[in-house]
Protein backbone atom coordinates (compact mmCIF):
# COMPACT_ATOMS: atom_id res chain seq x y z
CA UNK A 1 0.00 0.00 0.00
CA UNK A 2 3.14 1.73 1.01
CA UNK A 3 4.00 2.09 -2.68
CA UNK A 4 0.97 2.50 -4.54
CA UNK A 5 0.29 5.99 -2.51
CA UNK A 6 3.65 7.16 -4.20
CA UNK A 7 2.97 5.75 -7.64
CA UNK A 8 -0.87 7.57 -7.26
CA UNK A 9 0.28 10.89 -6.63
CA UNK A 10 3.15 10.38 -9.22
CA UNK A 11 0.31 9.66 -12.28
CA UNK A 12 -1.55 13.01 -10.85
CA UNK A 13 0.82 15.26 -10.42
CA UNK A 14 3.09 14.64 -12.76
CA UNK A 15 0.95 15.83 -15.54
CA UNK A 16 0.40 18.86 -13.89
CA UNK A 17 3.41 19.36 -12.98
CA UNK A 18 4.53 19.13 -16.86
CA UNK A 19 1.42 21.26 -17.66
CA UNK A 20 2.57 23.91 -15.51
CA UNK A 21 5.97 23.93 -16.42
CA UNK A 22 5.06 24.24 -20.08
CA UNK A 23 2.57 27.44 -18.87
CA UNK A 24 5.59 28.45 -17.01
CA UNK A 25 7.73 28.56 -20.22
CA UNK A 26 5.10 29.95 -22.37
CA UNK A 27 5.21 33.38 -19.66
CA UNK A 28 8.92 33.01 -19.95
CA UNK A 29 8.72 33.44 -23.69
CA UNK A 30 5.87 36.26 -23.81
CA UNK A 31 7.73 38.05 -21.13
CA UNK A 32 11.32 37.94 -23.05
CA UNK A 33 9.32 39.08 -26.31
CA UNK A 34 7.51 41.79 -24.02
CA UNK A 35 11.10 43.21 -23.16
CA UNK A 36 12.51 43.39 -26.45
CA UNK A 37 9.39 45.05 -27.68
CA UNK A 38 10.06 47.30 -24.82
CA UNK A 39 13.47 47.73 -25.17
CA UNK A 40 12.67 48.91 -28.53
CA UNK A 41 10.13 51.44 -28.02
CA UNK A 42 11.93 52.86 -25.26
CA UNK A 43 15.50 53.20 -27.67
CA UNK A 44 12.78 54.66 -30.65
CA UNK A 45 11.94 57.09 -28.00
CA UNK A 46 15.43 57.83 -27.00
CA UNK A 47 16.74 58.92 -30.45
CA UNK A 48 13.50 60.52 -30.96
CA UNK A 49 13.99 62.88 -27.68
CA UNK A 50 17.94 63.13 -28.96
CA UNK A 51 16.45 64.24 -32.42
CA UNK A 52 14.10 66.78 -30.48
CA UNK A 53 16.58 68.37 -28.22
CA UNK A 54 18.80 68.44 -31.07
CA UNK A 55 16.46 69.85 -33.67
CA UNK A 56 15.81 72.42 -30.53
CA UNK A 57 19.20 73.50 -29.67
CA UNK A 58 19.53 74.71 -33.36
CA UNK A 59 16.80 76.68 -33.30
CA UNK A 60 17.94 78.19 -30.21
CA UNK A 61 21.42 78.77 -31.68
CA UNK A 62 19.54 80.30 -34.84
CA UNK A 63 17.31 82.49 -32.56
CA UNK A 64 20.20 83.65 -30.57
CA UNK A 65 22.23 84.70 -33.66
CA UNK A 66 19.54 86.49 -34.72
CA UNK A 67 19.11 88.85 -31.61
CA UNK A 68 22.79 89.44 -31.88
CA UNK A 69 22.55 90.63 -35.18
CA UNK A 70 19.84 93.01 -34.06
CA UNK A 71 20.98 93.73 -31.19
CA UNK A 72 24.25 94.88 -33.12
CA UNK A 73 21.91 96.70 -35.39
CA UNK A 74 20.33 98.82 -32.74
CA UNK A 75 23.45 99.72 -31.10
CA UNK A 76 24.77 100.78 -34.47
CA UNK A 77 21.41 103.17 -34.50
CA UNK A 78 21.95 104.66 -31.05
CA UNK A 79 24.51 107.35 -31.75
CA UNK A 80 21.95 108.20 -34.99
CA UNK A 81 18.89 108.19 -32.70
CA UNK A 82 20.10 110.58 -29.67
CA UNK A 83 21.64 113.13 -32.53
CA UNK A 84 17.50 113.00 -33.55
CA UNK A 85 16.74 113.15 -29.99
CA UNK A 86 19.14 116.41 -29.50
CA UNK A 87 17.76 118.12 -32.81
CA UNK A 88 14.57 117.69 -31.55
CA UNK A 89 15.34 119.06 -28.62
CA UNK A 90 17.28 122.09 -29.97
CA UNK A 91 14.16 122.47 -32.68
CA UNK A 92 11.54 122.38 -29.71
CA UNK A 93 13.61 125.15 -27.90
CA UNK A 94 14.22 127.32 -30.50
CA UNK A 95 10.35 127.30 -31.90
CA UNK A 96 9.66 127.48 -28.16
CA UNK A 97 11.78 131.34 -28.54
CA UNK A 98 10.31 132.60 -31.26
Given at each position: MVEKIPSWIERLLLPKLSEISGEIKA????????????????????????????????????????????????????????????????????????
Open positions: LSARIDSLEKTTNERINSLERRVDSLEKMLDERITSLRNEMIVKFDSIEKRMPLIEKIMELEARLARLEGKA
